[in-house]
């Protein structure tokens, strides 16, 4: 079982900055892929950015520039830098993570999620 704990969401102003934390425990295969999603209220959940183990990066057309995304392998923590934020961002960021292990089974993880408000 993996357990993904999410931090660093809240109330910040259009333009304005926040990091986004998700530390994973538990039994993690060594190749998978951590990720951001995010919901909007009436809205379906939609992929923000995801990273692989070994750094490969995507991103939605929607954050491209203003949103990078990291993650520290040794702490099995990803993390998402967001800036010049809009009130388009707002919604309930949720972590991922998920793999496919040796003997080919998909393991798909989330974490409770972390609410992003941007609103002056």
């Known amino acids: 079982h993996v357990q993904l704990v999410e931090s660093g969401g809240g109330l910040v102003q259009p333009g304005g900055s926040l990091r986004l934390a998700c530390a994973a425990s538990?039994?993690?295969?060594?190749?998978?892929?951590m990720g951001w999603y995010r919901q909007a209220p009436g809205k379906r959940r939609e992929l923000v950015a995801q990273?692989?183990?070994?750094?490969?990066?995507d991103y939605a057309d929607s954050v491209k520039g203003r949103f990078t995304i990291s993650r520290d392998n040794t702490k099995n923590t990803v993390f998402l830098q967001m800036n010049s934020l809009k009130p388009e961002d707002t919604a309930v960021y949720y972590c991922?993570?998920?793999?496919?292990?040796?003997?080919?089974?998909?393991?798909?993880?989330w974490g409770q999620g972390t609410r992003v408000t941007v609103s002056s």
């Open positions: 991922n993570q998920h793999w496919i292990d040796s003997d080919k089974e998909f393991w798909d993880y």
């Open positions: 538990g039994s993690i295969f060594s190749i998978n892929v």
């Open positions: 990273i692989t183990s070994d750094g490969s990066t």
